[in-house]
């Protein structure tokens, strides 16, 4: 794993396997706590980044990989984390998956309950956007990959 702090950010570059995206996920929680976050804030920090870093590991190119032996070397997920005294802005982004237009369509959507007619697909990425206060999806650049970036206001009431 590489990983490069400079104040309020800190990336996170790993092999898709999900040994290794249980790792990244305690890494941002402890550097969510380093930067002041607490309770409930540090919670849905860990729960969503280990949400997307699961579903860019089974589903961006990753193959589901348990053991980094298992990971295919190109299947790449890269996380990066801001955090401010009031919020905190988490990007996901894989080296494989392919971007999905009409999910991409109802995350836009600001209606609650936008990605709820997905049905099975989706849940998890509907269950996450209840839980935060933006989250958007877009293909990298160059077309091969997924983004996704989510943002969380916190404070006293967590």
């Known amino acids: 794993m590489r990983r490069a702090e400079d104040g309020a950010h800190l990336r996170l570059e790993f092999v898709a396997a999900h040994v290794v995206g249980r790792r990244a996920r305690t890494e941002l929680r402890e550097f969510g706590s380093l930067k002041g976050m607490s309770g409930r804030a540090l919670e849905t920090l860990e729960f969503v980044a280990g949400e997307l870093i699961d579903n860019a590991i089974d589903h961006g190119g990753g193959g589901g990989a ?24 988490l990007t996901v982004a894989d080296s494989g998956g392919e971007l999905d237009l009409e999910l991409q369509e109802r995350i836009g959507e600001s209606a609650s309950g936008a ?19 933006d989250m958007d ?3 990298r650049e160059g077309g ?9 206001a916190y404070g006293t009431q967590d």
């Open 66 to 89: 348990r053991e980094a032996r298992d990971a295919r070397e190109d299947a790449q997920v890269d996380t990066h984390l801001h955090v401010s005294a009031d919020r905190w802005v």
């Open 144 to 152: 091969r990959g997924v983004i996704f970036r989510v943002e969380k």
């Open 115 to 133: 990605l709820a007619p997905l049905g099975e697909r989706g849940r998890g990425l509907f269950l996450l956007s209840e839980m935060v206060d």
């Open 137 to 139: 999806v877009c293909a």
